[in-house]
Every structure is written in C-alpha cells, then in structure tokens.
C-alpha cells in the first residue's frame, strides 16, 4: 500500500481549494503542508490559518512540514494537524518533540535531510509514523532528486523489518514518475509530490503516480 501526499507548495494558491478538489478526486491520501520561516530555510510558505481554510474544503488528512527553526517553540500551533513533520536536525531534544506532538493528539513524522545520517535515529523509530527522507534540499520545489538518498530508504526498509515496526519510509523532493518507481523499488512507502502533482491534469497526474509506484510490484 502506498501513501500519496500531495505537497500543496507547488498548487496554484489563488485556486487553492480547486487544486486540492482535483487532487482528492485522483486518490490522494493526504495533504501536505510545507510551513517555511524564512529561517531554517530560505523561503516562506503557509501557515496555521492555512490547515484551518483546507478543513473547510477536504476531508484528507493535513500533513505539516515544519521547515522552520525552534519547532517545539510553535508545535501547539499545528494541533490541528493530523500529522506533524519535524525535522530532525531542527530540535534539541527530538524524542520530547514527537511526546509533545503526540500530547497535541497528532501523529508524527520526522524528516532528515540529505547531507544526514539516519542511523542516529534508531532510537526513536518505535515511536514514530513516517520517518521522511529528504531527496532535495529544504525550501524549495521543482528541484532534481538525488538518488544518493535511496540508501537511507534501503536501511530503513532492512531496519523496519529487522525489528518489527510499523512507521511509514517516505520520501520528499523530486519524485515523478520514474523517482517514485526507484524510490518504491527502495522500499518507500509514502510519498510527499509537489510539482508533479499540482502540474498540468492533477487528478490525472496523482493516478499515474500511485500506478508507478505500483508498477515495483510491492
Ligand atoms: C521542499 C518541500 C517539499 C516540496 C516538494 O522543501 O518539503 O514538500 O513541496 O516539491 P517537489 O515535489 O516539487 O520537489
Ligand atoms: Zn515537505
């Protein structure tokens, strides 16, 4: 089973309800909500507000990203999330970040950047959802994937199974058609699709995307 979240970073915000109609229409399984500070990236992107107005338009599960510094600083500010990203690399003490996360009554996920290890994560894979692999650099979409990253997922896969868990191996940044495909044959489960969701026919493309990663036959 695989779990396709279109990124709404890479939507048409001044049609965004349309954009997510057309994506929940193609089978999404969730949105996701990249939240960027200006800070821990070079970008801005949504905010609390904006979970709040998609409420009103979709039943889908809203995903936040947080790509900003001191997440633990503004995590009550997501509550209404389903699901709440962190990345790894952005909080001191990341198992008191997933607690807090869980006490808002959201699950959670936790993102490691390209140029990061994800063995040092090991301790805390028994108490999160999705364990998401950057494939880009934060902050922006349309970049290329790296394919370099596809030996986290690979570890990830041995180490779910190894030791029994139940977290989703996603993967974020550059996944089209063919990276989906790679990234599945992998052993990713979850994908967070920006621009090659919210290009073009989006309920054609969120489709395709879901048959591609199929087509690894897992
Ligand atoms: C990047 C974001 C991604 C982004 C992916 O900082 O975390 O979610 O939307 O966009 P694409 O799929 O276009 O690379
Ligand atoms: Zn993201």
Redesign the pocket.
């Known amino acids: 089973m695989f779990h396709l979240s279109p ?1 709404i ?2 939507a048409d915000t001044a049609n965004l309800a349309i954009a997510v109609c057309a994506a929940e229409v193609g089978g999404a399984d969730s949105l ?1 909500i ?1 939240i ?1 500070d200006g800070h821990y ?1 070079a ?1 801005y992107a949504f905010s609390p507000k904006t979970l709040a107005d998609l409420r009103r338009v979709t039943t889908l599960p809203l995903h936040a ?1 947080l ?1 900003v510094s001191n997440p633990d600083a503004v995590l009550s500010l997501f509550a209404e999330a389903d699901m709440i990203i962190v990345q790894e690399d952005a909080t001191p003490d990341l198992a008191a970040t997933i607690a807090t996360i869980q006490q808002l009554g959201c699950t959670a996920g936790v ?1 490691v950047n390209r140029n990061r290890s994800v063995k040092p994560l090991l301790p805390i894979l028994d108490r999160v959802d999705l364990l998401l692999v ?10 290329p ?1 790296d394919a370099d990253v596809l030996d986290k997922v690979r570890w990830l896969h041995a180490q779910r199974a190894s030791d029994r868990l139940d977290f989703a191996i996603g993967v ?5 058609l063919s990276t989906i495909a790679l990234s599945a044959a992998a052993g990713a489960d979850f994908f ?6 919210f290009t073009g026919d989006i309920t054609g493309s969120v489709r395709q995307l879901r048959a591609a990663a199929s087509t690894t036959g897992r």
């Open positions: 990124s970073l890479a996701h990249d960027m990236v970008n990203h790509e993102a950057m494939a880009v650099e934060p902050g922006f979409g349309g970049q994937f974020d940044g550059g996944v089209n967070a699709v920006g621009s090659a969701a």
